[in-house]
């Protein structure tokens, strides 16, 4: 009966075998194909000039939404309607108003340039690397986007991050939830009509535009930081999040063929449409997106007391939630690796010598190098996604116990909101 069990479970495995090395060969020849269409070398004069216009466009569709729905000055009727959107993940409550609706339908539209065997290949090459990926998030996209002053600015006057004066379970949603965000919307299907990461990236939308009205409201000062989350410090956050990880994915050895690239690229294209940036500001290619990343880091990176208020709850995160596997010491040396001493310096990581940052990344590269040789072969690389995705779940509940994005004005907004309509 063992054998028999045994055998049928071996049939089984051969059987899922075969239909994954076919799936992904037809990808990736469809992909090779499209390959051939794209200039890889084109990029963007990404100067100061035309990146300072862009500090005073923020999103007209989402900030015209939350205008209307403000304009009501129902607090109690918009934080219902919020929590409705979280609790119902599919659909809108019967409702809701018809601003909200006409949001959801005109930002769940794809730019006419999406390709689907592009974003196929992409969230395939995202399973393969996920848990890298996530990690690269904490010690590398998060601090280098705290890096830039103006931007961090943003996100230390609406509290989001340290709200409950700095409470760790609070800074430990959020950073939960950015990694969710980034997990559904690079997850096979996830760009999908009704995909978890078209949803959770609307919402996302939705909720800078909710903040950008808060702080307008509150007297924000726009000539000395720019909008708040405007059109510049979206396109850092993504560039973040995907030409910068793959730089850091380099650093311990992991790199991608040019057609893996472009399609790791293309889905990062497709999720900036989505998230609201303007058609200007979504670069050509992989090359592109890194020069994007890099102008505007250079030009906005500078030392800020928010920035290293935020730094700290970062790595108290980390220490915390990184425990047994990392100390605080290895966590220091992969913010120092990852970034480099001058962006460590401004965002007072504490400093550490250069032998142990040496030896953090020869352990980094050791354990990828194994994780490479897997992924060659397509049958191992079938099981290195499963356990990708099972570590992936399990690194979510780490950080966090919720499994949803919540869409809901921070208290620290809603306070002051009441007070505001009370008077």
Same mark, same amino acid.
């Given at each position: 009966?063992?054998?028999?069990?045994?055998?049928?479970?071996?049939?089984?495995?051969?059987?899922?075998?075969?239909?994954?090395?076919?799936?992904?060969?037809?990808?990736?020849?469809?992909?090779?194909?499209?390959?051939?269409?794209?200039?890889?070398?084109?990029?963007?004069?990404?100067?100061?000039?035309?990146?300072?216009?862009?500090?005073?466009?923020?999103?007209?569709? /989402?900030?015209?939404? &939350?205008?209307? %729905?403000? @304009?009501?000055?129902?607090?109690?009727? !918009?934080? +219902?309607?919020?929590? =409705?959107?979280?609790?119902?993940?599919?659909?809108?409550?019967?409702?809701?108003?018809?601003?909200?609706?006409?949001?959801?339908?005109?930002?769940?539209?794809?730019?006419?340039?999406?390709?689907?065997?592009?974003?196929?290949?992409?969230?395939?090459?995202?399973?393969?690397?996920?848990?890298?990926?996530?990690?690269?998030?904490?010690?590398?996209?998060?601090?280098?986007?705290?890096?830039?002053?103006?931007?961090?600015?943003?996100?230390?006057?609406?509290?989001?991050?340290?709200?409950?004066?700095?409470?760790?379970?609070?800074?430990?949603?959020?950073?939960?939830?950015?990694?969710?965000?980034?997990?559904?919307?690079?997850?096979?299907?996830?760009?999908?009509?009704?995909?978890?990461?078209?949803? /959770?990236?609307?919402? &996302?939308?939705? %909720?800078? @535009?909710?903040?950008?009205?808060?702080? !307008?409201? +509150?007297?924000?000062? =726009?000539?000395?930081?720019?909008?708040?989350?405007?059109?510049?410090?979206?396109?850092?956050?993504?560039?973040?999040?995907?030409?910068?990880?793959?730089?850091?994915?380099?650093?311990?050895?992991?790199?991608?063929?040019?057609?893996?690239?472009?399609?790791?690229?293309?889905?990062?294209?497709?999720?900036?449409?989505?998230?609201?940036?303007?058609?200007?500001?979504?670069?050509?290619?992989?090359?592109?997106?890194?020069?994007?990343?890099?102008?505007?880091?250079?030009?906005?990176?500078?030392?800020?007391?928010?920035?290293?208020?935020?730094?700290?709850?970062?790595?108290?995160?980390?220490?915390?939630?990184?425990?047994?596997?990392?100390?605080?010491?290895?966590?220091?040396?992969?913010?120092?690796?990852?970034?480099?001493?001058?962006?460590?310096?401004?965002?007072?990581?504490?400093?550490?010598?250069?032998?142990?940052?040496?030896?953090?990344?020869?352990?980094?590269?050791?354990?990828?190098?194994?994780?490479?040789?897997?992924?060659?072969?397509?049958?191992?690389?079938?099981?290195?996604?499963?356990?990708?995705?099972?570590?992936?779940?399990?690194?979510?509940?780490?950080?966090?116990?919720?499994?949803?994005?919540?869409?809901?004005?921070?208290?620290?907004?809603?306070?002051?909101?009441?007070?505001?309509?009370?008077?």
């Amino acid at each position: 009966m063992f054998m028999k069990i045994l055998l049928l479970a071996l049939i089984v495995f051969i059987g899922f075998s075969i239909g994954f090395i076919i799936k992904n060969r037809r990808i990736k020849k469809r992909a090779l194909e499209k390959l051939k269409t794209i200039d890889t070398t084109a990029t963007t004069d990404w100067n100061a000039d035309m990146l300072n216009s862009k500090r005073r466009v923020m999103d007209p569709l /989402a900030d015209r939404t &939350v205008a209307a %729905i403000m @304009a009501r000055k129902e607090v109690n009727t !918009i934080n +219902h309607l919020f929590e =409705s959107i979280v609790i119902d993940k599919n659909k809108l409550p019967e409702n809701a108003p018809e601003e909200l609706k006409e949001y959801f339908s005109q930002s769940a539209k794809l730019p006419e340039w999406a390709d689907q065997d592009l974003i196929d290949m992409g969230q395939q090459i995202y399973l393969r690397h996920g848990i890298w990926i996530g990690l690269l998030l904490c010690y590398k996209s998060l601090p280098e986007c705290y890096a830039c002053a103006n931007g961090a600015e943003v996100l230390h006057k609406t509290a989001r991050l340290n709200e409950n004066h700095g409470s760790l379970e609070a800074f430990s949603r959020r950073i939960a939830e950015t990694a969710q965000f980034v997990v559904f919307s690079m997850s096979p299907d996830g760009l999908d009509p009704k995909g978890k990461g078209l949803i /959770a990236t609307q919402k &996302v939308r939705l %909720i800078h @535009a909710v903040i950008r009205y808060y702080l !307008i409201q +509150h007297n924000w000062d =726009s000539e000395k930081y720019g909008e708040p989350i405007n059109q510049e410090d979206l396109a850092g956050t993504l560039m973040s999040f995907s030409a910068l990880i793959i730089e850091g994915l380099q650093i311990i050895g992991i790199t991608f063929e040019p057609v893996e690239l472009e399609a790791y690229i293309h889905c990062w294209r497709v999720i900036g449409h989505l998230a609201g940036l303007d058609e200007d500001m979504i670069p050509k290619n992989s090359v592109d997106a890194l020069k994007l990343g890099h102008s505007i880091l250079d030009k906005e990176k500078a030392p800020s007391e928010q920035a290293k208020q935020l730094t700290k709850a970062l790595r108290d995160f980390q220490n915390k939630k990184s425990k047994p596997i990392l100390g605080e010491d290895s966590n220091t040396a992969l913010l120092r690796l990852m970034m480099g001493d001058e962006v460590s310096d401004m965002l007072a990581v504490p400093p550490i010598s250069q032998e142990k940052i040496a030896k953090m990344k020869k352990k980094m590269t050791f354990i990828t190098k194994i994780g490479e040789v897997l992924d060659k072969s397509l049958v191992f690389s079938m099981l290195l996604q499963f356990f990708t995705k099972f570590g992936l779940l399990l690194m979510l509940r780490r950080m966090s116990n919720t499994s949803i994005i919540n869409f809901y004005l921070p208290q620290s907004l809603t306070q002051d909101w009441r007070a505001r309509n009370q008077r």
